[in-house]
């Protein structure tokens, strides 16, 4: 017991109300049941985001893999804060759909049903104005083997692909899967949020340079791009022949008084015509194992390139579950926004107050995700020593994985090491805060008390 500053997982879940919790949930168990009834109630239009719904024991990479490295268990893991899904129970209308199809027990090859695009079409014409050419849609399982199939028709190996970064680690998967190379533009920061350098972007592109892969809102910074951001860098690409991947898989996701604009709705038409736009429900929904994405382009010829590349499956939950969302689930996720965006001020808000270790940037624009600033933190535990200290004695240790470790460890808080994000990503942790405000509050108490300077454990890990 001598993690978590004498503080562990049970006594939090005490203070705020979880203890029906603490133990490990079966899924589907009734304890799982009464926990995240999905309405709150006497109220049908209200969903209940509040009532923790425990994850633990169901394989989550996010609550089960902080588990599984040994440096923490059940009893002691107050929240799993990393990977990018969601702890919210799925819209209704997702299980009553899904629920719907069990009934018919066969699970045979599927067609695309012409509904399940036509939903995607509408749903992207109706919140933001895009209009999507059927002809020019396609399924893949997910957005990283559409990436994958654009970088395969437009980037051969060895050739550079531009980033700008902090930026979701995931790409650094699909280049090393293409065998093509990061050309990474670090951002810059200006009065806490960040931004394009434009002048380094272009400075990066060289004959090698054959496409961009743009994170729209942007993940991990939070950025919502504007459409002068956009046409900016739109122009850049345009005139030297770099081509636009734009995923915008986040876009679901944006803070009050903020405005997510798809690359694909510029008003310059050739910048539009540079590009493809990669996309699904399952960031919006909470669908990230169902596999189920698409990408589209105003360009015959970029989508049929990238076709050409993609060996597209549908699965029949992924469809049926996506199809669901998008005829039947807004109001959810409109509720469910609003609440992250709450979730987004008590950050904010309860970081400064309560942990001087722990620098925030401008609220985040879109995005369920926090980029702090953790150089102090790092500083404090002498991350970057026992870092070196570890690596010599085998495998390649980060300060970041050290710091992970330690809040882990001390904290029973898992978070995302921030070097993983490229250029610009070391001394910084993300934050995943799509979980309900006790989970939340409770993780960032025990942020707190680990880091108060009596508390702070400088011991090796
Ligand atoms: C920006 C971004 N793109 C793509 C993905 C993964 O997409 P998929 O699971 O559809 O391959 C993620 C997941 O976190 C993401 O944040």
Redesign the pocket.
């Given at each position: 017991m001598s993690q978590n500053n004498g503080l562990n997982r049970r006594s939090f879940l005490r203070n705020t109300g979880l203890a029906a919790l603490a133990g490990a949930v079966a899924p589907g168990s009734s304890l799982a049941a009464a926990a995240g009834a999905a309405m709150a109630p006497g109220d049908s239009t209200k969903f209940d985001f509040d009532t923790p719904y425990s994850r633990i024991g169901t394989d989550s990479v996010k609550w089960d893999g902080p588990i599984a490295t040994g440096n923490t268990d059940k009893d002691h893991l107050v929240a799993g804060m990393g990977?990018?899904d969601m702890d919210f129970r799925a819209a209704p209308a997702i299980t009553q759909a899904l629920q719907e199809r069990m009934k018919h027990e066969l699970w045979g090859y599927l067609t695309v049903p012409k509904s399940f695009n036509e939903g995607i079409v509408a749903w992207n014409k109706r919140r933001y104005g895009v209009d999507i050419d059927p002809a020019l849609m396609d399924i893949t399982t997910?957005?990283?083997?559409g990436l994958i199939a654009s970088l395969r028709a437009f980037s051969p190996p060895g050739t550079k692909v531009l980033l700008t970064t902090p930026t979701?680690n995931?790409f650094y998967g699909d280049l090393r899967n293409t065998g093509t190379l990061a050309e990474e533009s670090v951002m810059k920061v200006v009065n806490g949020r960040f931004t394009f350098d434009f002048d380094d972007f272009e400075r990066r592109i060289s004959r090698e340079t054959n496409t961009f892969i743009l994170?729209n809102p942007q993940?991990p910074t939070g950025n919502c791009w504007t459409p002068e951001e956009l046409t900016r860098i739109g122009e850049i690409c345009l005139r030297h022949r770099v081509i636009v991947l734009a995923?915008e898989?986040?876009c679901d996701w944006v803070a009050k008084g903020q405005k997510y604009t798809p690359f694909a709705s510029l008003p310059n038409k050739a910048i539009v015509n540079n590009s493809l736009t990669f996309k699904?429900a399952?960031?919006s929904f909470g669908l990230?194992a169902m596999?189920c994405?698409w990408y589209y382009s105003t360009n015959k010829d970029l989508f049929m390139a990238t076709k050409a590349n993609n060996r597209a499956d549908l699965t029949t939950v992924g469809m049926i579950a996506s199809k669901a969302a998008y005829s039947g689930g807004e109001e959810w996720l409109n509720q469910c926004v609003d609440y992250v965006n709450g979730n987004h001020d008590l950050v904010q808000s309860f970081v400064k107050a309560n942990i001087p270790l722990i620098k925030t940037y401008a609220k985040a624009e879109g995005t369920y995700l926090v980029w702090l600033d953790v150089s102090q933190v790092a500083e404090k535990i002498g991350a970057k020593d026992k870092a070196a200290a570890e690596s010599k004695a085998g495998r390649t240790v980060t300060p970041e994985q050290i710091v992970e470790r330690w809040f882990v460890k001390n904290a029973g808080v898992a978070l995302n090491p921030g070097n993983t994000y490229g250029a610009g990503g070391a001394n910084h942790m993300r934050m995943n805060i799509a979980t309900s405000r006790k989970t939340l509050q409770a993780a960032l108490t025990s942020l707190a008390n680990a880091l108060k300077s009596g508390n702070l454990n400088t011991a090796a890990l």
């Open positions: 990977i990018a997910g957005v990283h083997p979701y995931g994170c993940n995923d898989i986040h699904a399952s960031k990230a596999k994405a």
